[in-house]
Structures are given as structure tokens and as C-alpha cells.
């Protein structure tokens, strides 16, 4: 109900015999009424409803001004590569961000009606809402970070796959020339010379720093040798201070532990093994030769550093998860008060009657919620069009053009160096345009609601 | 919150003889055993949600009590297994930063104004628009419901050029004034829909007595409606506070709020986490403060924005 129509001030008496003093009081009561509404109307209409005008005309002219070029602006908007990009990721966010946004509030509104400490649970979902786009992007530009000892995501992501795979001991490590070993293709190294049971093969590496060796590392020492066993060490071939000889184990010189070892005939593997704390390795038991002695890949392989959260592919959903965390309490709280409004008894009975509580949800819960839903939906949407900060914010600046939206390409356009006013007002006309069913869908609201 | 959780839904007695009495429709212990398991399911999986939500923020508070190599060296967790190595020094620091102390103050000399000159004005027009009588109000008013949703976008190019002509931009004041224009739509519609539900006769009695409508909007008006009031001002304070686009445009460099002098040293992302870290808690510790000390009104105030 509203008061549109029921305050009406009492109004003259009809027949145009109203005294003269009715009259000079209802003129005098109009003109309290402007002078209360006037100063917030005057500065909506100089610096709202102006704006509106004034940024429709000028989007027909060029970025000088001087020009009238029609709708070449809202046709560059749809051509221009950056402009493309933007129009294309704000359709990204428009279609996920609030759909998302409403399932996720709806489902955890739901379930907070099932514990005992919802309150809690709300207040700390929600309170991300109180906080500037500016603070949320710096705190997801941490939590992105692709350094796995600075963004918690990656160090995530690196301790699940190192839980599933063996990361490599010697990134890096490679022969010095080419003299002992050859690379093998895809990273590995090959011993150069032939090996035979009875004979030792020393495979000395470089490109290590001493510091990065494992600390059970030993002086290197070469397995006994044996006739009936392939034998060998794998050492660093460096001297910190220098001296020594390249292409000889050294007393100072240490083993290379846990390098797997590979013992191939013909090309193909027949035995593995892994060399001990002073770098020796040994395949007993090996018939006669020739064999080939390998490195494999796995020891060379660089550590596995996570996912490039921030690099070109992911900027844009990985912005949109930052969204979520701000927005998620929004549409949750709202959700959850409408499932409070809701007819208890409805439920309860459909409970009797044997309803399993994916049914409730289903065929209750949600029909009944719609107009709530829709309300947090269209509200996101509006919202995820205007998003600038946020993009601004987390996107690294090599590649904010890959997570470009629309608001943040007006911004550029017409501020930030592009200094092209007659685009940037196009692009201001065109969020407008797209809020207008909203505008319209409030309005219809607003007057039935006041019939 | 004002939102209420469902109401505990009664316990089903315990039957009397065992399931012989039970009766029908009553769960089975084993259907109940479900129930409890999948309540536990529930309670495990919002605590991880609730973890999650929380990591974030824990992450910017951690990485903004360790020093510049601490945070080059480790991941902020570390400094959960040794506490010992934190430090108020980055918040000193920063604090003793003349920039970032003015940057603080500008945001509190921008916020506070553009608050109370929104709520002033859109508490008079919004008796105007649901009490006064004046010409073409029921369709101005509908004009001001169509200016919800303009995004400010569409502002920043001719107000910009408007206060070039006036001498206002780059000034405090005009920042002020921008925010104070597109938060009017929504202050407005808010009071006006509050003040409206003001019963008729309260205010007729008041006219009676002959008290003037400036009276009668000072005396009876303005504290009928305050709750409405807190819940604007806490919003339209928290939206003015947390502001960048529209400072990165109107405030000149002496008028720049935190959230602008912050956001020039993202270039650096990653050298400078010791100043970018305590700057953003610095500039989350006041909305976060009137957050938990308003919650009812910021919640409320949100919920009657979700047109906005």
C-alpha cells in the first residue's frame, strides 16, 4: 500500500467559491512542498538526469567533439578488438555471476536452516559485502598468487598434485658437454658409452647449486665393481672454489641420492634403480652386455608451480570467484528471508505425506521462492554489468585487456588514456540501454503497488 | 540479522513402548539415524564453508603483520606455525606514511558529508514526495524510481565537464556532491516509501495544532523514521567509503581517498604486500567495525536496495 493516492491533502472545496485564504494557504502549502523536494531534485536533474542527455548526444559525435558521425561510435564498440573483448566478457559475467550467485544462495540458505549456529554462519558469509572492491581485489590478488609460496590457491593446487605425484629432485641438472651423455629426448640423459658388467660408468651433472643437494647427499663414491653387476655414479662435477677435475669424482664432490637410474638393451628398459647417498647406483644380476645407461626425464622435470589463476585463460572466472565471495552472503541472506516467510504448514505436510526433502525442495521450496529468486537474480545483474573495481583491481596489468568488461573499457576509453570521449559516452548510453527493462519492470512495480 | 532461523521444529516424542507404540508416520530410528548422519554431513560441509570464506581475509590480516621478507620468503600459513615472527611494524609504518595518514583523512572528509547530505535531502524530498501536495509529484516521483538503476557510468564524462566549467573537479566537494546525487535515487525511494506508512491521523492531529510542515517534519517525521535513517546512512556511508571509480575520477591527488592511493601501488603487486596489506585492512577495519556494530540496519538497508 502507498500513499500515493490515499494523502492527498484535503483539497478546496470544488465550484470556484474557495475563499481567498483557502486558496493563498494551499499556494503557500505548494510552495513548502518544492522548497522541501527542490534541492534533491535540482541536483538529480544537473547531475543525473543532464548526464543522460548530454551522454547520448555526445556518443554521436567523434572523440574530439567536433565531428557528428552517427552511430559510428556503438558500431566501433562492436568491432574494435579491445571493445569486442569487453562487450564479450561482460556477456561471461552477466550469464554465470548471477545465476551462480543465486543457486549457491540458495542452497546454503537452505542448509543454514539446518544448524544451530546459522546466525554466525550468516553474519560471516555476508560480511564480505562491507568491504571495498579495492581490499577484496588486493586480498584475491594474494590468494591468486601464481608464486605457490604466496597465493594459498596455488599452494592448494601444488600440494594435490605432488600428493599424486613424485616431484623431480634435480630440476635443471644437466652434463657438462656432450663427451659422457647426450640428452635422450624429452629431458633425460643418456651415457654416451656402452656398459658392461665389470666396468664402472661415472655420470657427473652440473648446473646445481651445492646448496640445493638433499643433506643426506655423500662424497661420491662409485658401487664396488662386480662381474656380473652394471655399476656407476651419478655426482656433481663441481668444486665450490673451483680446482678439480671436470669428468672425474673429486674428494670434495658429492652423490647425487634417490637420481633414478635406467638400464636399457637393444633400447628398450630392462632394469630401474635409484642411486644411494654417496650417488652409486648398481643392477646385479645383469647378463652381458652392451647396455645403455639412462637418466630419465622424471628427475629433471621443473617442479610443478600451480595454475596461472591470473593468466589470460582463467582471469575471468577466477575474478568472478572473488565476486562470489563478496556477493554469496547478498543473495543468501535475502533468500533466507524469504524461506522464512514461508508457509510452515505447507512444508510439514508435505513432509507427512512421505516427501523426501530433495522432493520439498524441488517441487515446494523453489516455486514458492521464485519471486525472491528473481528479485537477487535481476538485482546481480545489474550489479555484474556495473563491475569495474574489481576487474581493475585483480587483473595484472599485461593482462587486464583479456579480462576486460565494459565499465572498466569506459573507464580507459574516456579516462584512461584512450581519451575518447564520443566511445566512452556510447559505451555509458549502452549499460544504460541495458539496465532500461529494469527500469521499467521498477516502475510497473512501483505504480500497481500504488493502485 | 533479522533474519530469523526456522523455528526448531519439536522433537518427535520418544515412544512409550518402544516401536511396538510407534505411531504411524513417526520415523524409524533407522530413517532417523539418516537424518542425524545427514545433519552431521551438513554441519561438515558449511564448516568448510565457512573456512573457505574466511581464508581470504585471514591471508591479508596474517601477510600484513610480517615484514616485507617474511612475505617474500613464505606463505603467510607459515606464520601460523611461528607466530613469533609478526609484527605491528607495516601498520606503523604506514601510519608514519604522511600519504597514506591524508588518504585516511579524505576518505573521512568525503564520507561523511556525502552521508549526511543524502540523508538531509532525501529525508525532505521524501516527505515532500509521500505528504506534500505539488505540481506533477506522483510522475516526478516515478522519474526518481526510473533513476535507480542509471549506472553511474553514464555520470562520469559530463559531470566531469560540468565541474571543469564550475571549478569543482578535483575538489573534495565535488566528489561529495557526485555521490551525494546518485545515492538520492535510492534515499528517496527508501524514505519516501517509510514515511508514507506514517499513519494519516498522526499527522493531521499535528497540522491541527497548527505546527508548521517544518515542525511537523522536525518534530514527528524525522523520529518516526529513524530506523530507516540508521539503515540509509549506514549504506550510503559504507557504498561512499568503499568508492574508487568515482575519486579515481573527481579527487585531485590532494583529495584522494584510500581506496585511490592504494590502488596506484598494485604496479608494484607482490614487492610491496607490507603496505598494500595493512592499507586494505586499514581501509577494511572501518566498514568491518560499523558492520558488526549496525548489522541489523546495514542487512535491512541492503535488502530494501536490492533494486538498486
Given at each position: 500500500m502507498s500513499a500515493l493516492t490515499r494523502n492527498k491533502v484535503p483539497s478546496a472545496p470544488a465550484g470556484?467559491?474557495?475563499?481567498?485564504?483557502?486558496?493563498?494557504?494551499?499556494?503557500?502549502?505548494?510552495?513548502?512542498?518544492?522548497?522541501?523536494?527542490?534541492?534533491?531534485?535540482?541536483?538529480?536533474?544537473?547531475?543525473?538526469?543532464?548526464?543522460?542527455?548530454?551522454?547520448?548526444?555526445?556518443?554521436?559525435?567523434?572523440?574530439?567533439?567536433?565531428?557528428?558521425?552517427?552511430?559510428?561510435?556503438?558500431?566501433?564498440?562492436?568491432?574494435?578488438?579491445?571493445?569486442?573483448?569487453?562487450?564479450?566478457?561482460?556477456?561471461?559475467?552477466?550469464?554465470?555471476?548471477?545465476?551462480?550467485?543465486?543457486?549457491?544462495?540458495?542452497?546454503?540458505?537452505?542448509?543454514?536452516?539446518?544448524?544451530?549456529?546459522?546466525?554466525?554462519?550468516?553474519?560471516?558469509?555476508?560480511?564480505?559485502?562491507?568491504?571495498?572492491?579495492?581490499?577484496?581485489?588486493?586480498?584475491?590478488?594474494?590468494?591468486?598468487?601464481?608464486?605457490?609460496?604466496?597465493?594459498?590457491?596455488?599452494?592448494?593446487?601444488?600440494?594435490?598434485?605432488?600428493?599424486?605425484?613424485?616431484?623431480?629432485?634435480?630440476?635443471?641438472?644437466?652434463?657438462?658437454?656432450?663427451?659422457?651423455?647426450?640428452?635422450?629426448?624429452?629431458?633425460?640423459?643418456?651415457?654416451?658409452?656402452?656398459?658392461?658388467?665389470?666396468?664402472?660408468?661415472?655420470?657427473?651433472?652440473?648446473?646445481?647449486?651445492?646448496?640445493?643437494?638433499?643433506?643426506?647427499?655423500?662424497?661420491?663414491?662409485?658401487?664396488?665393481?662386480?662381474?656380473?653387476?652394471?655399476?656407476?655414479?651419478?655426482?656433481?662435477?663441481?668444486?665450490?672454489?673451483?680446482?678439480?677435475?671436470?669428468?672425474?669424482?673429486?674428494?670434495?664432490?658429492?652423490?647425487?641420492?634417490?637420481?633414478?637410474?635406467?638400464?636399457?638393451?637393444?633400447?628398450?628398459?630392462?632394469?630401474?634403480?635409484?642411486?644411494?647417498?654417496?650417488?652409486?647406483?648398481?643392477?646385479?644380476?645383469?647378463?652381458?652386455?652392451?647396455?645403455?645407461?639412462?637418466?630419465?626425464?622424471?628427475?629433471?622435470?621443473?617442479?610443478?608451480?600451480?595454475?596461472?589463476?591470473?593468466?589470460?585463460?582463467?582471469?575471468?572466472?577466477?575474478?568472478?570467484?572473488?565476486?562470489?565471495?563478496?556477493?554469496?552472503?547478498?543473495?543468501?541472506?535475502?533468500?533466507?528471508?524469504?524461506?522464512?516467510?514461508?508457509?510452515?504448514?505447507?512444508?510439514?505436510?508435505?513432509?507427512?505425506?512421505?516427501?523426501?526433502?530433495?522432493?520439498?525442495?524441488?517441487?515446494?521450496?523453489?516455486?514458492?521462492?521464485?519471486?525472491?529468486?528473481?528479485?537477487?537474480?535481476?538485482?546481480?545483474?545489474i550489479n555484474v554489468m556495473k563491475v569495474f573495481d574489481l576487474v581493475y583491481i585483480i587483473a595484472p596489468g599485461p593482462v587486464q585487456e583479456e579480462a576486460n568488461v565494459l565499465a572498466l573499457q569506459m573507464w580507459l576509453v574516456s579516462f584512461g588514456g584512450g581519451n575518447n570521449q564520443g566511445l566512452g559516452s556510447a559505451i555509458g548510453v549502452v549499460l544504460l540501454l541495458l539496465v532500461l527493462p529494469v527500469m521499467a519492470l521498477n516502475i510497473r512495480r512501483f505504480r500497481r503497488s500504488s493502485r | 540479522m533479522t533474519v530469523q532461523t526456522a523455528a526448531p521444529r519439536p522433537a518427535p516424542p520418544t515412544p512409550p513402548g518402544g516401536p511396538a507404540g510407534r505411531a504411524p508416520g513417526r520415523p524409524s530410528p533407522a530413517a532417523r539415524l539418516v537424518a542425524v548422519l545427514r545433519g552431521g554431513l551438513v554441519q561438515v560441509l558449511l564448516t568448510v564453508v565457512a573456512l573457505v570464506w574466511l581464508t581470504p581475509t585471514a591471508g591479508l590480516f596474517v601477510s600484513s603483520l610480517r615484514d616485507a621478507d617474511d612475505n617474500a620468503g613464505s606463505g603467510w600459513w607459515s606464520a601460523l606455525v611461528h607466530p613469533g615472527s609478526l609484527t605491528f611494524d607495516n601498520y606503523s609504518a604506514i601510519l608514519g606514511d604522511s600519504g597514506i595518514t591524508q588518504a585516511f583523512w579524505n576518505t573521512v572528509l568525503i564520507s561523511v558529508p556525502a552521508t549526511a547530505a543524502v540523508v538531509v535531502l532525501a529525508a525532505l524530498a521524501g516527505y515532500a514526495f509521500a505528504w506534500l501536495e505539488f505540481p506533477g509529484r506522483d510522475w516526478v516521483f516515478l522519474v526518481v524510481v526510473g533513476m535507480l538503476v542509471v549506472p553511474v557510468q553514464i555520470g562520469l564524462l559530463p559531470v566531469a565537464r560540468l565541474f571543469g566549467a564550475v571549478g569543482l573537479f578535483g575538489t573534495t566537494a565535488g566528489v561529495v556532491l557526485f555521490h551525494v546525487a546518485y545515492g538520492l535515487p535510492f534515499a528517496i525511494f527508501l524514505l519516501r516509501n517509510y514515511f508514507a506508512e506514517i499513519p494519516r491521523e498522526m499527522l493531521e492531529a499535528a497540522r491541527m495544532d497548527g505546527g508548521s510542515e517544518w515542525t511537523i517534519f522536525r518534530k514527528l517525521v524525522l523520529p518516526v523514521g529513524r530506523p530507516a535513517i540508521a539503515s540509509l546512512a549506514i549504506f550510503q556511508f559504507l557504498w561512499v567509503w568503499n568508492d574508487m571509480l568515482v575519486a579515481l575520477i573527481f579527487a585531485g591527488s590532494d583529495a584522494q581517498p584510500l581506496t585511490v592511493a592504494l590502488q596506484s601501488q598494485m604496479r608494484q603487486f607482490g614487492a610491496n604486500i607490507d603496505v598494500l596489506a595493512p592499507g586494505a585492512f586499514l581501509s577494511l577495519i572501518v566498514p568491518l567495525a560499523v558492520f558488526f556494530a549496525f548489522q541489523r540496519h546495514f542487512v535491512e538497508g541492503v535488502m530494501a536496495g536490492s533494486v538498486k
Open positions: 470556484g467559491t474557495a475563499p481567498a485564504a483557502v486558496r493563498r494557504r494551499s499556494r503557500r502549502a505548494r510552495v513548502t512542498a518544492i522548497a522541501f523536494a527542490l534541492p534533491a531534485l535540482a541536483l538529480l536533474g544537473a547531475l543525473v538526469g543532464y548526464p543522460i542527455l548530454f551522454s547520448v548526444g555526445r556518443s554521436l559525435f567523434d572523440a574530439s567533439g567536433d565531428r557528428f558521425v552517427g552511430l559510428d561510435n556503438y558500431q566501433e564498440m562492436f568491432t574494435d578488438p579491445a571493445s569486442l573483448k569487453a562487450v564479450r566478457n561482460t556477456a561471461i559475467w552477466v550469464v554465470a555471476a548471477p545465476a551462480v550467485l543465486t543457486g549457491v544462495g540458495l542452497v546454503l540458505a537452505v542448509l543454514t536452516e539446518k544448524i544451530r549456529w546459522a546466525t554466525a554462519f550468516k553474519l560471516l558469509i555476508f560480511m564480505p559485502m562491507a568491504v571495498s572492491f579495492l581490499a577484496a581485489g588486493i586480498t584475491f590478488r594474494l590468494v591468486y598468487d601464481q608464486d605457490p609460496q604466496r597465493g594459498v590457491m596455488n599452494a592448494v593446487a601444488v600440494a594435490v598434485h605432488d600428493a599424486f605425484n613424485d616431484s623431480s629432485a634435480y630440476p635443471g641438472a644437466r652434463p657438462r658437454g656432450t663427451d659422457v651423455m647426450k640428452e635422450s629426448g624429452n629431458g633425460g640423459f643418456q651415457a654416451v658409452a656402452q656398459a658392461e658388467p665389470g666396468k664402472d660408468v661415472t655420470l657427473g651433472l652440473v648446473g646445481l647449486p651445492p646448496a640445493s643437494l638433499p643433506q643426506q647427499a655423500r662424497p661420491a663414491a662409485p658401487a664396488q665393481v662386480s662381474d656380473d653387476a652394471v655399476t656407476g655414479v651419478v655426482y656433481l662435477d663441481f668444486v665450490p672454489g673451483g680446482g678439480g677435475t671436470p669428468g672425474a669424482v673429486d674428494p670434495q664432490e658429492r652423490g647425487l641420492p634417490q637420481m633414478a637410474v635406467e638400464l636399457t638393451k637393444g633400447g628398450e628398459v630392462v632394469a630401474t634403480t635409484t642411486t644411494g647417498d654417496d650417488g652409486s647406483f648398481r643392477f646385479p644380476d645383469a647378463g652381458d652386455g652392451p647396455y645403455g645407461v639412462r637418466l630419465p626425464p622424471k628427475n629433471f622435470a621443473e617442479p610443478y608451480t600451480g595454475i596461472d589463476w591470473l593468466g589470460p585463460t582463467l582471469v575471468t572466472p577466477a575474478i568472478i570467484g572473488a565476486y562470489l565471495w563478496i556477493w554469496t552472503g547478498f543473495s543468501m541472506v535475502l533468500i533466507g528471508a524469504g524461506l522464512s516467510s514461508l508457509p510452515r504448514e505447507t512444508l510439514e505436510a508435505a513432509r507427512m505425506d512421505g516427501a523426501s526433502e530433495w522432493q520439498i525442495f524441488r517441487r515446494i521450496t523453489v516455486p514458492l521462492l521464485a519471486p525472491v529468486l528473481g528479485v537477487v537474480f535481476v538485482t546481480l545483474v | -
